[in-house]
Each structure stands twice: as structure tokens, then as C-alpha cells.
């Protein structure tokens, strides 16, 4: 259980201050109808909770709690804190944060603050305390929401408030040391060494490319300034109420906030996942997202915080969920970990920027279609109420470096179109096609739980993070490194070798590859580059044979496109070639065994085509459930949670067609949502089988 309440949960936002109090019993009463277990409360209450600076106003906060906890409700409390009052921000309009070049963003929507500021950090924490003081003890209380969304909108200030904290960031990273800094920042080059931290200022508008030293210093110090409101205000809550969990709600795989940092101080991950329903893909991005989030709190449950019942209102055209779309996507997050399915939000808005965001109850009432399905997805996850605190095994892991991230998509690359949640989602998808499930990890886990560990990317890894990889793959793991990897270290240096005398790329991770790389042959857009694996050029056989064996539309001729490489094998052997332009001959993607395990470099981006050397790598490794692979290809997503004595087999049909079980349902299986044996699975349809273990 992810807070004290039984089953899994199920609610949404609740924003009573738009709202007259003649409607909140009402609204109390239809959310018991729908069966509700939760709600999220006081997101943006700030103005209401605190009309003045010293004048609180908890009266109707009171008869709010009361009223839930009358009707059996839970709250998840938020601390109010994303949206400073009108008056907090004009005496002290120094909190309003500034952009890159200087414009100071008003007052007018959310998220309006500087998140280096202490007067923002002390009125935050004031509030939570507040608010932790009054309802601590209160019974309806059983999570605590802090802030909502940290880092939408607004991730990073330039303010000179900022500044000052950008320095006292600096000079703790690198103990007091200017020539540390001028180090790790490369600072000769065009002139740029300081001799003193005062002379130091955040990476503001500038004629050319800024340092990437400094930018890269600047992503971690303002992912750590955000997390520094974070912890302040969680300090608070676990001084107040040690016992109640917290949580704020995440989203999704956010390249801005290092999440591994984040998540360590969280009882509860939770996420906030908007997947677009124009989108024919979409599914496979969220089920990742989902991965991660179960990954970041070490495999625990985890909770979807937000998602729409239907359409957003943010998009340039917001394409509604279809019924079965609704229902199918919810019971995905549950499928991949979720011990709850909340949204954004309750009660449909009347005014406002989000006054067409769908909600659990419409603008048009409880006449409404979406009120009904609200109703019926109520009674759908009540059934499954045994699921929540079962748990996912994986024996692949895809490692995922916030770090390298953001060095790897710093300017004046070899290729400015490299991406690293593209090239991760390449992967994760043929993984995804095959009904593996995948953890994620980050570059200094231990490894050893994995029979296969994925690394589409790490342009930037420690020779101590690598020397990991080649132990876990010379005691006889499987490892496949994509295009670009092992290129520099953790200060974002092109890695030299020990003794500087060279040795090329890509770094540390040269032996356990097996290969080197001369040079980066980035393909510019609209062409490619066509590759040929051994295994198909030795026979015709054995190609047709491949043919066959993967799924409709996929190329006939594998092509590199946007990036490839000059690379040659030490220790390694080719199992695929260019077979035209500049490369022609050379090899494209190399096998070496290492030790007990083997290691694949994939020098080139596949695309959809990485699924030949994944299937070498993963499929032979890897044993999953039989109910799994008997569904691979077949737009069924099959995910498994298991209790001790059970295993929960969510079957999620993503395609438009009705899928045939067959034998692929075990006899004793009963599907929880129905309470018999599914023999199909109709378009959009999911089922729920339990199965003794
Ligand atoms: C985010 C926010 C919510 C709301 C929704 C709308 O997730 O947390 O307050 O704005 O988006 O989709």
C-alpha cells in the first residue's frame, strides 16, 4: 500500500475555491457515486489559505477535510506552494523569475518564482508548515502533495538572486577552488579563466556558444536549486508528520530534473502522464514513462497522479480519449506498476486557462457520457483491488544518465539532432513489441539482477561507471552500447586516455566493446545509409529466414540515418557493414565477446531496424512468461504483476482488431474484470488474468 488507504486508488485534483460551497457537498456525494478513494487538494490554494501576509484563513479548509473524512475520502494534501498571491509577488517582486535575457516573467498565470530565492523558500515552508500544523492529525489526511509539477514552465532563473546561489553551488562543487573551476571548464579556451567566483554569473544571453562547462554546471545547479525547494518544504512535513508519506508529482521522463535525485526522498513516485490521443504511438512513450517511474522508486508501486479523462486543452488540437481509449490507458499505468489512477481534474472548470481540460465530471453534468464512464471505471478498478503492492520483475535494464544527458545535447556537436529520449525510445520500443518489461536504471546501479543491460546512449560515463559495465559483462552479462558513447567524462572532457597519449574513442568503454571509433560521420537529413548483417549476406536462407521472423513493415534493407561511423574492431568481429557511401565496407555494429558475456557497439542509428541486434542480444538472454511471448507482435501489450501467491497478467489490445487468445490463457485463468476465462480480447479491450504462482 502506497498510503494507508486499501486497494487501489482513484481520484483527481480538487479545486474547491472555484467553486460556491452549495457545490462541494454535492461534488463530495457524486465522487462516493464514482467511487473515489482520493482526492488532491489545495494545489493552488495559496491565495485562499493566506488572503495577507499575516492573515490565515483555514475555516473552510476545515469543513472541507471534515467532509471528506465524513464520506470516507482520503486527501492528498498539496502545500500549495506553485502560485504565489498576487500580493506576495508585488511586495517582493524580486521572486518573479527572469529568463536568459532578462526578462523579469509577471505576475498572471503560475509558477511565478525564483527558485533560489529564500523568500520564496521561507513563505513556501512557512505555508507547509502551516498547513502540516493544522492537518497532521486531521483523519482524512494520508499523502502530502508538495508543490505541483516542479519545473513546468519555469526550470531555471537568471535573476541575480540566482546568480549569488549559482556561486555558492559552484564554489561547495569545487571546494573553494577558482582553478578547479577553470578546470572542469575548460576555461582556457577563448580566454574564459576567472580568478575569482565573484566574477562568475549564470550562462545568460551571450554574442556566441557559451561555455559547455559552465551550461553543464548550470543544468545541475538548477535541477538542484528546484530540489532544494523540495526538500525544504519536506523537511518541514517530516518534522510536523514523520509517518505520512510524501510524494510530488513528476513528469514523465523530464530531461530538466534529475529524477534519480529527487525520487531518493520520496515515500511515493508519482507521475503525471498526458499521452496524446492523436498519437498512434503514444502508448509505447507512456508504458517508458511508466518504466521509469516504477524504476525511480526502486520497483515500489508507484501512483499516476494526473492524467485527462479525455482531451487536454494545451495542445495546438486536443484530440479527445474514445471510451475504450480511456479505459485501456488507465489500466495501463495499473498494468506497469500504478497503485492508483487520478487525474486532472474533478469538476470540469467554468473559467480559467484550462476551462476545456476534460474532467471526471464534465461541464455537461451527470447526463454526460463522460460522467458514466467515470462511474464505470470506478467499479472497473475496485475489482482489482488485490493488485495494488504486487510487483514487476525485469532481467533488462536500459541505463539512463540525467548528467549525460544533458551534456550529450549541449551545441556544437557532431550532430545537432541527436536526442537522447528519441534514441531510447527506438529501443524501448522493439522491447516494448516483444512484451519485455524493462527497468530503468542509473550508470552506478548494480547490475547484477540484469541478465541484459541496454545503453542507447552514454556520451558521457566515468571511467569508474564504465569499468562497471565491463565488470557486469565480463562475469557474463549482455551489454549493447549505441553510437557516440564513452566520448567524454563527467566534466564533459573528451576521455584520453590514463597517460593523455590518446587512444580514441569511445574511452573506457573500448575493451569491453572491443572496438575503436576513428571518426563521427553524422548523415545529414533526408539521406541514409544502408547496412547489411553478416547473417544476411552469408545466406539467402538465412535471410528470408529473418524476414519472416520480424514483425509486417519492416525494412527490408536496414538504413543508418542521422549518424553513423568511422569504426574499426581490436578484439570484436562486424556483424553488420555499411554497403554504401563514404563507409562503405567498414563495419557498422560489432559483437565482442568479453569475458563470461559479450558486448554489442551499434555504431549507427537503426531506427526501427536496432531490432535485429536487439534480437541477438536480448531474445536468447532473456526467458519471459509464455503468455508474453505468445502475444509478441500482436499489438497486445502483456504485462505481469505478482504477488506472493499470485501473478496478475494485464492484457492491453492496442490495435483495432480483436486479438484470439487461444491456448495462450492458462486454464485456470480468471479474468478479474469479468470473472470468467477470456478466450479474445476485443480492439481496445484489456483483461486482468490471475493465475497461481
Ligand atoms: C499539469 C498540472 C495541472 C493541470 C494539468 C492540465 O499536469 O499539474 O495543474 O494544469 O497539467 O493538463
Known amino acids: 500500500m502506497i498510503t494507508r488507504v486499501e486497494g487501489l486508488l482513484y481520484g483527481a485534483d480538487y479545486n474547491p475555491e472555484q467553486w460556491p460551497e452549495s457545490v462541494w457537498t454535492q461534488d463530495v456525494n457524486l465522487m462516493r457515486d464514482a467511487g473515489v478513494t482520493m482526492v488532491t487538494l489545495g494545489v493552488f490554494s495559496w491565495a485562499r489559505l493566506q488572503p495577507a501576509e499575516n492573515e490565515w484563513d483555514f475555516a473552510w479548509l476545515d469543513r472541507l477535510m471534515d467532509l471528506f473524512d465524513s464520506r470516507g475520502i482520503a486527501v ?28 523579469r516573467l509577471e505576475f498572471g498565470s503560475r509558477q511565478h518564482y525564483c527558485p533560489s530565492s529564500p523568500v520564496y523558500r521561507e513563505a513556501a ?28 514552465h519555469v526550470t531555471e532563473c537568471f535573476c541575480d538572486v540566482s546568480a549569488a546561489d549559482f556561486r555558492r553551488w559552484l564554489r561547495e562543487r569545487y571546494g573553494d577552488d577558482i582553478a578547479q573551476l577553470n578546470f572542469a571548464w575548460g576555461a582556457e579556451f577563448w580566454s574564459q579563466r576567472y ?13 556566441g556558444p557559451i561555455n559547455p562547462g559552465q551550461l553543464l554546471d548550470w543544468r545541475r545547479f538548477s535541477s538542484d536549486a528546484l530540489l532544494a525547494c523540495f526538500l525544504a518544504e519536506r523537511s518541514v512535513l517530516k518534522e510536523v508528520t514523520p509517518e505520512i508519506p510524501v510524494t510530488t508529482n513528476f513528469m514523465s521522463m523530464m530531461k530538466d530534473l534529475d529524477y534519480w535525485k529527487w525520487a531518493a526522498h520520496e515515500e511515493v513516485v508519482s507521475d503525471d502522464a498526458y499521452p496524446d490521443p492523436a498519437d498512434s504511438t503514444a502508448h509505447v512513450q507512456a508504458a517508458m514513462n511508466y518504466d521509469l517511474m516504477r524504476s525511480l522508486g526502486g520497483g515500489k508501486p508507484w501512483l499516476l497522479m494526473e492524467q485527462a479523462p479525455s482531451a487536454v486543452s494545451w495542445r495546438d488540437v486536443n484530440v479527445p480519449k474514445t471510451p475504450e481509449q480511456r479505459r485501456l490507458w488507465s489500466l495501463q499505468t495499473v498494468a506497469r506498476g500504478a497503485d492508483g489512477v487520478m487525474h486532472f481534474q474533478w469538476r470540469a472548470s467554468r473559467a480559467g486557462a484550462e476551462k476545456f481540460h476534460s474532467a471526471l465530471l464534465p461541464h455537461g453534468g451527470t447526463q454526460s457520457r463522460g ?11 475496485a475489482k482489482l483491488g488485490e493488485v495494488a503492492g504486487s510487483r514487476i520483475e525485469s532481467t533488462v535494464a536500459i541505463v539512463l544518465d540525467w548528467n549525460s544527458w544533458w551534456a550529450l545535447e549541449a551545441e556544437d556537436h557532431p550532430s545537432a539532432r541527436v536526442r537522447l529520449k528519441e534514441q531510447i525510445l527506438s529501443w524501448y520500443s522493439v522491447l516494448h513489441r516483444w512484451n519485455h518489461v524493462v527497468d530503468f536504471v542509473p550508470p552506478d546501479a548494480d547490475l547484477s539482477p540484469y541478465k541484459v543491460v541496454l545503453a542507447p546512449n552514454l556520451y558521457s560515463v566515468s571511467t569508474e561507471n564504465a569499468s562497471r559495465l565491463s565488470d557486469y559483462v565480463y562475469g557474463g552479462g549482455y551489454l549493447v552500447v549505441g553510437y557516440f558513447s564513452g566520448i567524454v567524462d563527467e566534466l564533459d572532457h573528451i576521455h ?17 566493446l572491443g572496438v575503436t571509433v576513428d571518426e563521427w560521420w553524422p548523415i545529414p537529413a533526408g539521406r541514409s545509409v544502408e547496412v547489411a548483417f553478416v547473417a544476411d549476406e552469408e545466406s539467402t536462407q538465412a535471410k528470408k529466414k529473418h524476414r519472416h521472423s520480424y514483425s509486417a513493415g519492416y525494412h527490408r534493407t536496414p538504413v543508418a540515418l542521422g549518424w553513423s561511423e568511422w569504426l574499426s574492431t581490436t578484439t570484436a568481429r562486424a556483424v553488420a557493414h555499411y554497403t554504401d557511401g563514404a563507409l562503405k565496407g567498414r563495419p557498422a555494429v560489432a559483437c565482442n565477446d568479453f569475458g563470461d558475456g559479450r558486448a554489442w557497439y551499434v555504431s549507427c ?24 511471448s505468445s502475444l509478441a507482435f500482436s499489438g497486445v501489450e502483456v504485462v505481469c504483476r505478482s504477488s506472493e501467491s499470485h501473478h496478475y497478467y494485464f492484457l492491453l489490445n492496442h490495435g483495432d482488431k480483436q486479438v484470439d487468445l487461444g491456448s495462450a490463457v492458462p486454464y485456470s485463468a480468471v479474468n478479474l474484470l469479468t470473472g470468467s476465462r477470456p478466450t479474445h480480447l476485443a480492439a481496445q479491450g484489456v483483461a486482468v488474468l490471475k493465475v497461481g504462482r
Open 76 to 103: 492528498d494534501l498539496a502545500t500549495a506552494s506553485a502560485s504565489p498571491p498576487a500580493w506576495f509577488v508585488r511586495r517582493y517582486p524580486e521572486t518573479l523569475p527572469v529568463t536568459a535575457d532578462g526578462v
Open 496 to 512: 584520453q586516455g590514463v597517460d593523455g597519449s590518446g587512444g580514441g574513442y569511445p574511452g573506457p568503454l573500448r575493451e569491453v
Open 605 to 628: 542509428d537503426l531506427g526501427g531496424d536496432i531490432e535485429k541486434v536487439l534480437a541477438e542480444a536480448v531474445r536468447p538472454a532473456v526467458v519471459w512468461p509464455s503468455l508474453a
Open 125 to 152: 515552508t512557512k505555508l507547509a508548515r502551516a498547513i502540516a500544523e493544522r492537518y497532521g492529525e486531521h483523519p482524512a489526511l494520508a499523502l502530502w502533495h508538495i508543490h505541483n509539477e516542479y519545473g513546468d
Open 371 to 381: 460522467w458514466r464512464e467515470t462511474v464505470r471505471f470506478g467499479e472497473e478498478l
Open 195 to 207: 580568478s575569482d567566483f565573484a566574477q562568475i554569473e549564470p550562462p545568460r544571453k551571450a554574442p
